[in-house]
């Protein structure tokens, strides 16, 4: 699944699932732009993922900024000459029923977890279609396929990044782009905390554990194996699918 010299935009690429695409991505021989908030740790695995042949960029960039994405786009283009890949992960969780919802809660979920990745596509479009091959992943969520208690803004939001996946595969069937989203269950990363608040972490990661089918909750390494699939070109025939990597969750 060699992706050597391929370009990769990984957003929210310096913690949980992110960071793990982003390793995945260098393992295949991509060539990596890391977007994050944290100016130390995006510098940190930038370092980390260097090789001989192949440095990361880290672009520091809120995507609540609507000019961040072509910012990014142009940092990318003046590095590497092309934009191949673009993974959206950047993700927001505010908990909250309709009720405990403030407007403000709401919007900021919308923009960063849909708007944010609507603009990120859009900038990396024009590269992508004038050299008729590009692969977008966006990383939705199992709440995105059924209804969950207490995330309201989290869930619709999800929700409408698989429905951004299919309407953009179909835009683009033709063009040599490729738009696809994986839609994890619960995982064990920092997001996990804010999902399930508690202090008791392990009883809480097994609680969890006991409504999965298989028992416990994914690994971040295997939900990033699943991403770089449907980047790579070994997912050639599929545009517009919604992969769940949730153990079973969505076959009950």
Known sequence: MSLANKVCIVTGATSG????????????????????RNVAK??????????????????????????????????????????????????????GSALECSDEDWDRVLDVNVSAAFRMSRAVLPSMLKQRYGSIVNV????????????????????????LTRCMALDHATDGVRVNAICPSDTDTPMLDLAFPGDDRA???????????????????????VAVFLASDNASFMTGALVPIDGGTSAQ
Not at 67 to 94: M, Q
Request: net charge positive; aromatic share 4%.
């Open 42 to 95: 995006g510098n940190a695995i930038a370092a980390e993922l260097s090789r001989q042949d192949r440095k990361p960029l880290f672009v520091a960039a809120d995507l609540g900024d609507r000019a961040a994405p072509e910012r990014i786009c142009s940092a990318t283009l003046a590095r590497f000459g092309r934009i191949d890949i673009l993974v959206n992960n950047a993700g927001l969780l505010i908990n």
């Open 140 to 163: 939705a969520s199992d709440w995105a396929l059924m209804g969950a208690r207490g995330a309201v803004a989290y869930c619709v939001s999800k929700a409408a990044l698989t429905q």
């Open 17 to 36: 699932i992110g960071l793990a695409i982003a390793r995945e991505l260098s393992l295949e021989g991509a060539h990596l732009v890391l977007v994050g």
């Open 203 to 225: 009883a809480k990661v097994q609680a969890l554990a006991d409504t999965i089918p298989m028992g416990r909750v994914g690994r971040v390494e295997e939900i990033a194996k």
